[in-house]
């Protein structure tokens, strides 16, 4: 995810990362983040196997401007992701060739 944070930092502020989903959807509820991103366990294997791999953005944006701007957000953040991992996959498949 380190690789990642300077080029999402453009669409998204990186407030950390963790594995407890409980204590992330607390900050949301008290207005500490505006959004969560849900990373599944194994994405680089889901992909290899040619399967999605489902990321989740979880947010509590009741007024539509800012639930417009945070699901543009996280949509192009999750494209910028995408290609990188298309990116790395096909480096990958060229490498083993």
């Given at each position: 995810?380190?690789?990642?944070?300077?080029?999402?930092?453009?669409?998204?502020?990186?407030?950390?990362?963790?594995?407890d989903?409980?204590?992330?959807?607390r900050?949301?509820?008290n207005?500490?983040?505006d959004?969560?991103?849900?990373?599944?366990?194994?994405?680089?294997?889901?992909?290899?196997?040619?399967?999605?791999?489902?990321i989740q953005?979880?947010?509590?944006?009741?007024?539509?401007?800012?639930?417009?701007?945070?699901?543009?957000?996280?949509?192009?953040?999750?494209?910028?992701?995408?290609?990188n991992?298309?990116?790395?996959?096909?480096?990958?498949a060229?490498?083993?060739?």
């Amino acid at each position: 995810m380190a690789k990642f944070t300077d080029q999402l930092s453009n669409y998204v502020v990186n407030e950390g990362y963790s594995s407890d989903l409980a204590a992330a959807e607390r900050r949301l509820e008290n207005g500490s983040i505006d959004l969560i991103v849900v990373f599944p366990d194994d994405a680089a294997d889901s992909v290899m196997h040619g399967q999605q791999a489902v990321i989740q953005i979880m947010h509590d944006k009741i007024d539509p401007i800012q639930q417009t701007a945070v699901e543009i957000s996280a949509q192009l953040a999750v494209q910028e992701l995408n290609g990188n991992v298309l990116e790395a996959v096909v480096a990958r498949a060229q490498s083993e060739l």
